[in-house]
């Protein structure tokens, strides 16, 4: 019999001068990038979430928290491998993960490709089985005023223990 579980993340960082911008591992050439102790990859930091929350596994920070030097600059994408690590380790595997990255600027869509090879190449996935959208806020609040950059996911992962 499969068994299933879906999972949510949600996270935000600032957008600030003399930081690079990654996202879903890739480097994007803007003139701002975001604030973290880490890399500050909010759209891998969001399906981390997702793939911990599916298994009430809880959440990124307590994995890898801000407080501890180790991950200072670290890159997401590892960070992603060791909480894919996690799932297989419990007999589960991802089915899938949609996700929606909330940016006023720059333009996305010409790295959406990218970020779903990247992701997928990490956790050993078929690029369609990674949803990847851009959106703007219109504008609206501090994502749309350019203050910072969010992003969701939502992860569905499937066991036939
Ligand atoms: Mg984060």
């Known amino acids: ?3 299933i579980r879906i999972g949510n993340g949600y996270d935000i960082h ?19 990038g ?12 969001a399906i981390m ?10 959440d990124i920070g ?3 928290p801000p ?24 007999g589960w595997r991802i089915g899938n993960i949609d996700s929606v990255v909330v940016a006023e600027q720059p333009k996305l869509k010409p790295h959406i490709e990218a970020m779903r090879d990247r992701i997928s190449q990490v956790l050993n996935l078929s690029p369609d089985q990674i949803g ?11 994502v749309g005023q350019e203050q910072g950059i969010c992003s969701y996911a939502v992860a569905l992962l499937t066991s036939n223990s």
Do not use: C
């Open 1 to 3: 019999m499969t068994s």
């Open 14 to 32: 600032q957008l600030v001068e003399g930081r690079p911008l990654i996202l879903g591992g890739v480097h994007i050439d803007h003139s701002l």
């Open 34 to 45: 975001l604030k973290g102790h880490s890399d500050a990859d909010v759209l891998t930091h």
């Open 49 to 58: 979430d997702a793939l911990l929350g599916a298994l009430s596994l809880g």
């Open 62 to 64: 307590h994995y890898f």
């Open 67 to 90: 407080t501890d030097p180790q991950w200072a600059g670290a890159n997401s994408l590892k960070l992603l491998g060791q909480v894919h690590g996690l799932i297989l380790d419990r």
């Open 132 to 142: 990847i959208k851009a959106t703007t806020n219109e504008k609206l609040g501090p």
